[in-house]
């Protein structure tokens, strides 16, 4: 029986160098489409148990079909059930054996693995917001929270626009995301008429609005209002001058706070009638993480 299996989508261009990779290393491997021969749910969760990394990893969920049928991206037995009935939305390319298995991206995993050199995941527990979470969905609503908005010196700051997956397609931004520590703001921009209530906290300098890659934000939120950005912090360049080795939102709760959040229901659609308790735990999750990282990264020295 051979030592190693090496889970691979031949439509796969990361799939395929990954293979040429293995052939280099002359490895003997068992070369399993998993396309053509979906694993079972068995075989998955024995994966999974092996897995070196997030469980949210295994799932490709920028995919469309994850969109529009979202699944819990924490629970193993839901990952592996809903990967046996779709197997195109498991992660490519993967390589398991002697008691582990690691998805091959970057591909040096793979060589990592073969050496016996790859470095353990730490099992990360899952954060989200702790806080009281309020959905605004009126302009009086809007109003009512402004000068509480405006009373604080440090937000979370996000949007949230409904996915494209057909060229040329585009959607305007469709939540507006504010969280302090104990509070959380979501705001359904499509139900506001007179989002320029709020102007004074986007363009106060004395009030600090920190997210995570926000100059596309900025541009979408200008779309809907004139407004003269003050006061915005880019956490990725706070991380990038503490040498972090990751920049993203999710790696870097993972390498600052010892602990990971989902990322599952950022394909969903944010502009449904009515959202969803994990659509609005999720959004509300991710202001507040950013405001949380960069509380942490500027506290230490």
Known sequence: MLSWKFYHNPQCSKSREA???????????????????????EDLLKMIAQLRGPLSSLVRAKEADFFHAPFDLTSAEEVALRLSEKPHLMERPILQGKGSAVIGRPLE????LLKGQ???????????????????????????????LESHKELGFDTETRPAFKKGESYPVALLQLATDTDAYIIRLK?????????NIFENPAVAKVGAAIRDDLKQLQKRFHFQ?????????????KNLKNIGLKGMTEEVLQATITKGPKTTNWEAQELTEKQILYAATDAWIGLKLYQKLTSDP
């Open 229 to 241: 950005p003050h006061g915005f912090i880019e956490l990725q360049t706070v991380a990038k001058n």
């Open 109 to 112: 995993n793979l060589k990592a």
């Open 191 to 199: 139900h506001i008429k007179n989002i320029e209530v709020i102007k």
């Open 19 to 41: 293979l040429s990779l293995l052939e280099a290393e002359g490895q003997d491997f068992q070369i399993i489409d998993y396309i053509k021969e979906p694993l079972s749910v």
């Open 118 to 148: 790859y470095t353990t995941q730490p099992a990360f527990k899952f954060l989200s917001f702790p806080g009281k979470i309020h959905l605004i969905n009126t302009d009086q609503e809007l109003q009512a929270i402004a000068l509480a």
